[in-house]
């Protein structure tokens, strides 16, 4: 490396460096906080290192609540996760799949419309929504979670056209000059090609899932449907003390699988938006 530019590489990775370091911080002191007593945690005059340094934390939050143990919150949050996940990347796959590829009356309309569902905030449909699900008898499940995944989502659906469009044209044509049907172009053509943009959609489903606290709250009432985000917020309490040492210590447990996830599947993420903002 040329002497004039090692300045400016020391002076990038230092920068960069320290905003790593502010970035996560907020993490390395849920973790360190997670070792600590509850009554020291927010203490101003204590360390980030624990002191004492306590594993009492992990064993009281994964007690659990309510007569249920914190594995019952994770198996219910895991369950919920795969259902909705499945539903909303076929649904939205196969939607996506109408609007890049085939043609039909009103089309450009019915995709403007399902663009301006995204600016609606959830607390529109919020009150519709519940009616709808109490009169169905479906409170306390997690069908008025997982069932609406089937009917795709409009991000998920806007990020799969954008894909679609760059594949060629002229596959599908191949495709049906050897006999293939819109179905077995979009199983046998598109799916296959499509892998990176459905990467990125299961992952931001199961980030969303995973982090939901509203919907189950809605919709769940019995504690041993409870899902983690629910299990985290029982921890804390207006009328006696909250245990916020099992909390923070339970919070690093469901932080696992989102970094371990992050971390294997980081590249598809990265793929598969960089990729679905070019037009073929």
Same mark, same amino acid.
């Given at each position: 490396?040329p002497?004039?530019?090692?300045?400016?590489?020391? @002076?990038?990775? @230092?920068?960069?460096?320290?905003?790593a370091?502010?970035?996560?911080?907020?993490v390395i002191?849920?973790?360190m906080?997670?070792f600590?007593p509850?009554?020291t945690?927010f203490?101003?005059?204590q %360390?980030?290192?624990p002191?004492?340094?306590?594993?009492?934390n992990?064993?009281q939050?994964?007690?659990? @609540?309510?007569?249920?143990?914190?594995?019952?919150?994770?198996?219910?949050?895991?369950?919920?996760v795969?259902i909705?996940?499945?539903?909303?990347v076929?649904s939205?796959?196969v939607?996506?799949?109408?609007? &890049?590829?085939l043609?039909?009356?009103?089309?450009?309309?019915w995709?403007?419309?399902?663009m301006?569902?995204?600016?609606?905030?959830?607390?529109?449909?919020?009150?519709?929504?519940y !009616?709808?699900?109490?009169k169905?008898?479906?409170?306390?499940?997690?069908?008025?979670?997982?069932? $609406?995944?089937?009917?795709?989502?409009?991000f998920?659906?806007?990020?799969?056209?954008?894909? @679609?469009?760059?594949?060629p044209?002229?596959?599908?044509?191949?495709?049906?000059?050897d006999?293939?049907?819109?179905?077995?172009?979009?199983?046998? !053509? !598109?799916? $296959?090609?499509?892998?990176?943009?459905?990467?990125?959609?299961?992952?931001?489903?199961?980030?969303?899932t995973w982090?939901?606290l509203?919907?189950?709250?809605?919709?769940?009432? %019995?504690?041993?449907?409870?899902?983690?985000?629910?299990a985290?917020?029982?921890?804390? %309490?207006?009328?006696?003390v909250?245990n916020?040492g099992?909390?923070? &210590?339970?919070?690093?447990?469901?932080?696992?699988?989102?970094f371990?996830?992050?971390?294997?599947?980081?590249?598809h993420v990265v793929?598969?938006?960089s990729?679905s903002?070019?037009?073929g």
């Amino acid at each position: 490396m040329p002497k004039a530019k090692k300045p400016k590489w020391w @002076i990038y990775h @230092i920068l960069v460096g320290g905003f790593a370091i502010l970035m996560l911080y907020p993490v390395i002191w849920l973790l360190m906080s997670s070792f600590k007593p509850s009554d020291t945690i927010f203490v101003t005059a204590q %360390s980030l290192i624990p002191d004492p340094f306590i594993l009492s934390n992990f064993a009281q939050g994964w007690e659990g @609540i309510g007569g249920n143990s914190f594995g019952v919150f994770i198996k219910n949050t895991v369950v919920l996760v795969i259902i909705t996940m499945i539903g909303q990347v076929i649904s939205s796959a196969v939607i996506a799949f109408g609007f &890049a590829r085939l043609s039909f009356f009103g089309k450009s309309f019915w995709f403007a419309l399902m663009m301006v569902t995204l600016m609606l905030p959830y607390e529109v449909v919020m009150i519709p929504q519940y !009616i709808i699900f109490s009169k169905l008898g479906w409170l306390d499940s997690i069908k008025p979670i997982a069932v $609406p995944a089937y009917f795709g989502h409009p991000f998920f659906i806007f990020l799969l056209v954008q894909f @679609i469009r760059t594949i060629p044209r002229e596959l599908d044509e191949a495709a049906t000059i050897d006999g293939c049907g819109t179905f077995k172009i979009f199983y046998k !053509i !598109i799916l $296959p090609l499509i892998r990176p943009a459905l990467a990125t959609v299961s992952i931001f489903s199961f980030y969303w899932t995973w982090d939901n606290l509203l919907g189950p709250v809605l919709y769940l009432n %019995s504690p041993d449907k409870y899902t983690v985000s629910m299990a985290l917020n029982m921890f804390l %309490s207006n009328e006696t003390v909250s245990n916020w040492g099992a909390m923070f &210590a339970m919070s690093i447990v469901t932080l696992i699988p989102v970094f371990v996830i992050f971390f294997l599947f980081q590249r598809h993420v990265v793929e598969g938006i960089s990729t679905s903002g070019l037009k073929g």
